[in-house]
């Protein structure tokens, strides 16, 4: 029997990735439930099976729908979420509402009606590392977010770890670290200087752009979490990652000689509020217990292809592009 999937935030960039992994390896059904805010896209689920992919237009704080469509599903995989911290810095409220109240809402449901929950979550929860600490995040970091954005998906873990323990909700736990591939938004780093250049612009480096990110393409993530809710541990947080450490700037310069430009031709600009330096992964426990491997090892290659998904999808991310650089060059970025 085909399990039926129940995807929040199936319209966003990680979520739609899920959902297309899914269609693709395996005979699951999925029900789309999505906000359809600023960052879902009806664009992304194009194209999929009409018969296995059903999409609900709806706010995971809608308690009496969140209860029908739980009801109905077999299986629970949380990414809705407000997602940038840019944003979370300049307007707070959405991030308490939905990575909150949204996760409280869900929770509440899955406990009524029994159903097994994964929750997707960041590795901003554990704030940041200095530059040169030998040290990465495990399971074992203790909490620290920086900004609005984390300090709510932080929240939001605390509360599935608290409805497994007093409720005894069978739900798992997720913590990854920067995904990059087709289908993101183009507020978000690569999508932005990549299209950037596609449109005539510089690309917009903060700071000096010393600070460190650890990339993951999105079917990875989508593998790592399928292989979470088929073995994983009821109770149990495993941290996603694919050892691809690299700092701002060279991954810009690399979108720009990739693109034909000159490798310096970007401009830097002032820098994030609280601007986390670097974020990285052990990703021992997910390799470890449940066997996982990424499959994209080769990180330029990742880039050029989300390159060529931009440059061939222009009608994706074309209406999304001059308002968000209007409210960047409002905010002197
Ligand atoms: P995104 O902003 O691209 O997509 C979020 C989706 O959630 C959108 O489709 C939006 O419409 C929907 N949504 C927002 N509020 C909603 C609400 N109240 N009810 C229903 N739907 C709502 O985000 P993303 O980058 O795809 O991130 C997805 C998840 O993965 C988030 O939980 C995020 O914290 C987590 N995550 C993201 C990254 C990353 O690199 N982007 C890394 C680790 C974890
Ligand atoms: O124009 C830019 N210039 C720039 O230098 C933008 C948009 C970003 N940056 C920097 C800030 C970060 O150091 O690039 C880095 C990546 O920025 P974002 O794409 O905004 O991602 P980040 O803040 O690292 O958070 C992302 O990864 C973890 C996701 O947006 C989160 O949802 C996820 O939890």
Sequence with gaps: MARKMLVTGGAGFIGSNFVH????????????????????????????????????RGDICDAPLVDQLVADADIVVHYAAESHNDNSLHDPRPFLDTNIIGTYTL???????????HHISTDEVYGDLELDDPNRFTEFTAYAPSSPYSSTKAGSDMLVRAWVRSFGVQATLSNCSNNYGPRQHVEKFIPRQITNILVGDRPRLYGEGLNVRDWIHADDHSSAVLRIVEAG????????????????????????????QPADAYDHVIDRPGHDLRYAIDPSKLRDELGWRPAFSDFEAGLQATIDWYRDNEQWWRPQKAATEAKYKQQGQ
Aim: charged content about 30%; glycine content about 8%; overall charge neutral.
């Design 107 to 117: 929770l509440e449901a899955v406990r009524r009606h029994e159903k097994r929950f």
């Design 21 to 56: 992994y899914l269609m693709a390896n395996t005979d699951d059904v999925v029900t789309v439930l999505d906000k359809f805010t600023y960052a879902g896209n009806e664009a992304s689920l194009e194209g999929l099976p009409k018969n296995r992919v059903t999409v609900v």
């Design 233 to 260: 541990r009821i109770g149990e947080t495993y941290l996603i990652g694919a050892d691809g450490e690299k700092n701002n700037k060279a991954v810009l310069e690399m979108i720009l000689t990739r693109m034909g």
